[in-house]
Each structure stands twice: as structure tokens, then as C-alpha cells.
């Protein structure tokens, strides 16, 4: 699994299927194209991140397995990153011009997400890290359909994928403090994280169709259980509610 998750296999299933779900909720049917591409260019922002990581000996005793064979295999991250930004951009090039510059905002966002570009990376601040990556995640999706999604539905969405990411902090609270960086998980028990993350999946789930919003709640039951909150499930989440929606 450490490899898979490497080479960022779960986070571009996860954006996939985030994308499709928001296309479901609005279109009632999925350009499986534009979610295909927004997996390919998920993989290759993830695998640029992970594979462009240094640690020095303080990080390394705290490092996960997926990072160390991402350091390991770092040359391959970067191909793969190449190889997957580069079908990404062809997906959406041949979908519409414009939607060529998202791999370039991507790129860019990462940056500054995880490098000193400014005065420190954007992922230090607290309440900005869950943010960032669950709003940056709506709005690229909204972005991939100009003026299609409601607000609503961007903002619904945006919430479910922050308190996804609030909750996938929690397998780094070592790697994070030890990297500099403290996180709102670190900063709470496990049931004040479930309740907090609970509540905002309430919040979306009154913006959403009663399907998907069931759907997300019923499946977010489990998080109760502390082996439950890990990346595997939180990405696999939503290709089962997409599913039950389908279904229903």
C-alpha cells in the first residue's frame, strides 16, 4: 500500500472521484474524461510533492513508509509526475484551451503550499493547511466546469474535502511536529477531532442532495473507530458514495 500510495494512486482516485460526485449532484451524469484527467493531474502534483520532500536526521526517524519509498524512488515519482501531468493537460486541452493553465495553477499552489516561497510554507499555518487543500480541491473542480456548479454545491464540497484533510493530518502529527508544522489534529483529542469533523460533514450534507449527503454521513459512522481515520479509507470514501448515488 505504501508504495500505491507513493505514487499517488488513492489521491487521484479520491480527486476523481470527488470531481465525478460534483458533476453527479449538478449534471446527474459524469464526463468521465474530465475525471479521469483531474485523477492523472492529481498523481503528478502528488508525486512532484512527495518525491521533491528533504529531510534532515531530526524528520527521518519520524518519516512514514510512503515517504520513504518516495525518497527511495524518487527519479520514478518525478517520471511518473511528468508522464501523468502531461496526459492531464492533454485531457483538458482537448476539452478546452483554457483548462490547459489548471496544471500551471496546481504547480504553482503546491509551491507555495510546501516550500518557503514566501516567508514559510503555507501548509505551517494551522488553520490554513485543511483549508487549502479541501477548497483548493472545490474550486479546481468548479474551475473544470466555468459557471456550472452553484455556490452552494462548490461550498459543499469544499467543506467535505477540508474536514477529509483535517482528518488525514492525523497519521502525520509526528512527521508534521517534527517538520516544523503544527497542525489543528495535533492540537485535539481524537473525539473532539471526530465531532469537529462530524459537524462539518452535517453542514455540507444539508448543501447536498439527500443521496450523496446520506451517503457521506453513513460512511463517515466509521471514523468513530480511531483505525478508521487513515488515507486509504478517507480516499476511498467517496467512490462508494458515487457508487450508492448511482444506485440509488
Known sequence: MA?????GIPAGLYIASIVSLMQWVVFKEVNGLISMGAGFLAISIYT?????VTVDASVKEHLQSRHLVALRHRTRCIALSIVSGTLACSVFIAEHALLGVLPL??????????????KAPLRTIPILK????????SFFGCCLF???FPPDIVLAFGIICTADAFLCDVEDIAFDQAC????????????TRVFTAMFFYGVAAILLPIDV??????????????????RTYIDVRPVLILLLAWLA
Open 180 to 191: 516544523g508544522c503544527t497542525t489543528l489534529a495535533s492540537k485535539m483529542h481524537h473525539a
Open 146 to 148: 466555468p459557471w456550472s
Open 105 to 118: 495553477i496546481g504547480f504553482a499552489s503546491i509551491l507555495l503550499y510546501g516550500k518557503p516561497i514566501l
Open 3 to 7: 508504495l500505491l500510495t507513493a505514487l
Open 213 to 230: 449527503g446520506v451517503g457521506f454521513l453513513a460512511l463517515s459512522i466509521p471514523f468513530f473507530w480511531q483505525r478508521f481515520i487513515n
Open 130 to 137: 485543511p483549508l487549502m487543500v479541501g477548497f483548493g480541491i
Open 48 to 52: 512532484f510533492h512527495r518525491s521533491s
